[in-house]
């Protein structure tokens, strides 16, 4: 299974980004996909996640109404649509894959497979 993220990149305060990761090498019918970001000297927080089976979907508090994720399930594409970008905002974004079932309302699930981080800067 191979997970590639792009879409990152130096943006202004308020500015927008759109993050993509497309999933290769599996074919299941449940599955999630989920955004996790580390910023420099923080630990890995959560981001928000999507159900390729319902649709539902799971947000941090820090990103809601700001950040929107959606999915391609004919692509098995994730994207992070963030708006109102802040300078907290500024991390190493990962797309990550779960395995199963999952209904956004249970939080993050626990992650079967992880691709490599797009880095997002937010600065003036």
């Known amino acids: 299974v191979q997970l590639q993220a792009s879409g990152g990149g130096l943006v202004q305060p308020g500015g927008s980004l759109r993050l993509s990761c497309a999933a290769s090498?599996?074919?299941?019918?449940?599955?999630?996909m989920c955004w996790f970001r580390q910023a420099p000297g923080k630990e890995r927080e959560g981001v928000s996640c999507?159900?390729?089976?319902?649709?539902?979907?799971y947000y941090a508090d820090s990103v809601g109404g700001r950040f929107t994720i959606s999915r391609d399930n004919a692509k098995n594409t994730v994207y992070l649509q963030m708006n109102g970008l802040k300078p907290e905002d500024t991390a190493n974004y990962y797309c990550?894959?779960?395995?199963?079932?999952?209904?956004?309302?249970?939080?993050?699930?626990?992650?079967?497979?992880w691709g490599k981080g797009t880095l997002v800067t937010v600065s003036s």
């Open positions: 999507i159900s390729f089976s319902d649709d539902s979907t």
């Open positions: 990550a894959l779960h395995i199963g079932y999952y209904r956004g309302s249970w939080g993050y699930p626990r992650m079967d497979y």
């Open positions: 090498g599996f074919t299941k019918d449940y599955y999630a």
